[in-house]
């Protein structure tokens, strides 16, 4: 199906005027963004317009009910300054993913994808062309029909906004093993990418910062002993040699760089098993000696290399240096900017001229 996406252009783009090297985080925003419509059961007026305030009415239920989900993505050039897109499919199925928990309509994969290829090409002078440097993408969807009540929405809005985001050069970390506040629990909506699984995350992470952690290190709901995620990331322990990192049980987000770490580690001869990991192996691999490495994975911050993690005011060490952590960053960095070759097929070229 072919979708016609109606396109007004804002008259002079402020990218000119950007410092590409003194990029601010998260509140610079390109100068048009993608809006789609459902109304009566389907998804209409595919646009780009200049990004602009959307009125929104006070009744609209994602403000009261909380139906909003979102993806996170990247744009990044090739050595020709072609604008690519890293697995744009595998965050359109999590996007589906978080709307059937959620009780929202599904976008149409191949309008998602046009979406986002409209507004790269149109945004691209906006990519940063530094390695590790990107164009942060934000698609979301948002019940945006007013009414009192509690019952789907039968009104939403698709939009995606994109955000120039600089090199991210991840000091080690240190987490905080939470056994108060959990951030998700079997049958809840852990694996979906919800809105209010963020807003619930917020306090226990301040009171983490206040102890002087970095991250949250998130426990399961029952025992406070399975380690489920870290912060707004995967997470990947390295013992003896070999990887785990936690089985994607439903209260663990799907992550694309998780997935893809997987992949490159496991093409490098490694083991990776997913499973039930407890806190308490982890401490008994750090006693004795086996804990190698370990290290979160997103979208935001490639790889973030873990230091300790303070679990009932003991400190369990991890590493002051993470080798196999640098060397898939390092990969993956390189994939994304046509460095190294795609041997994965994960990258989806933007014609520079798309629009
Ligand atoms: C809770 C949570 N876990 C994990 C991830 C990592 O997912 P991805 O690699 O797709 O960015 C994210 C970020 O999107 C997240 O918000």
Known sequence: MSYNISIQKINKSKAANIDFNAIPLGTLFTDHMFICDYENGNWVNPRIEPLALIPTHPAAMALHYGQAIFEGMKATVDSEGNPMLFRPLENAARLNKSANRMGMPNFPVELFVEGLKHLVSLEQQWIPPK?????????????????????????????????????????????????????????????AKAAGNYAAAIRPTEYAKAKGYDQVLWLDAVAHQYIQEVGTMNIFFKINGKFITPKLDGSVLDGITRKSVIELLRSDGY?????????????????????????????????????????????????????????????????????????????????????
């Not at 600089?166 to 951030?183: D, M, N, Q, T």
């Not at 499973?275 to 000696?289: C, F, V, W, Y």
């Not at 979160?296 to 240096?321: K, P």
């Open 131 to 191: 390695e590790g440097s990107a164009l942060y993408l934000r698609p979301f969807m948002y019940a945006d029909e007013p009414f009192i009540g509690m019952r789907a929405a039968t009104h939403y809005k698709f939009i995606i906004i994109t955000s120039p985001a600089g090199p991210f050069f991840s000091k080690r970390i240190k987490l905080w093993a939470e056994k108060k506040y959990i951030r998700a629990a079997a049958g809840g909506t852990g694996e």
């Open 271 to 355: 083991e990776v098993t997913e499973r039930l990991i407890s806190i308490t192996e982890i401490k008994e691999a750090s006693l004795n000696g086996t804990l190698e490495e370990a290290f979160g994975t997103g979208t935001a911050v490639g790889i973030a290399y873990i230091q300790e993690i303070g679990l009932d005011g003991e400190t369990i060490f991890v590493s002051n240096e993470s080798p196999v952590g640098n060397a898939v960053n390092n990969t993956l960095n390189a994939i994304k900017t046509g460095k190294q070759k795609d041997r994965f097929n994960w990258m989806l070229k933007v014609k520079k001229e798309y629009v």
